[in-house]
Nanobody, 120 residues
Framework: QVQLVESGGGLVQPGGSLRLSCAAS????????MAWYRQAPGKQRELVAA???????DYADSVKGRFTISRDNAKNAVYLQMNSLKPEDTAVYYC??????????????WGQGTQVTVSS
């Protein structure tokens, strides 16, 4: 069994910062990739940032230069530092992990999501 626990969301003013955290628990053999997605009301879920096992990262154009994704392999955790937040960043943010349990093949897992609201 795998559980992804997210934290760090909340209400912040434009120009402010938030740091999202996601920790994976279970009998994990390996985590190949972890990522953050977001979904605003009436919009499709979109990739915000991803970090791969090689350390390489990908970012949506809309967040480049403002957001930073990082990973702590020892804790099976991924973080998203969000700076210079804008109202258009308002969305539910989801953690995704592509990982392998000791007794299974690689699968994709999703967290429950955490709300980020940017408003004055």
């Amino acid at each position: 069994q795998v559980q992804l626990v997210e934290s760090g969301g909340g209400l912040v003013q434009p120009g402010g910062s938030l740091r999202l955290s996601c920790a994976a628990s279970g009998s994990i053999f390996d985590i190949n990739m972890m990522a953050w997605y977001r979904q605003a009301p009436g919009k499709q879920r979109e990739l915000v940032a991803a970090v791969h096992s090689s350390g390489s990262t990908d970012y949506a154009d809309s967040v480049k230069g403002r957001f930073t994704i990082s990973r702590d392999n020892a804790k099976n955790a991924v973080y998203l530092q969000m700076n210079s937040l804008k109202p258009e960043d308002t969305a539910v943010y989801y953690c995704k992990a592509y990982l392998r349990l000791v007794t299974s093949l690689y699968q994709t897992y999703w967290g429950q999501g955490t709300q980020v609201t940017v408003s004055s």
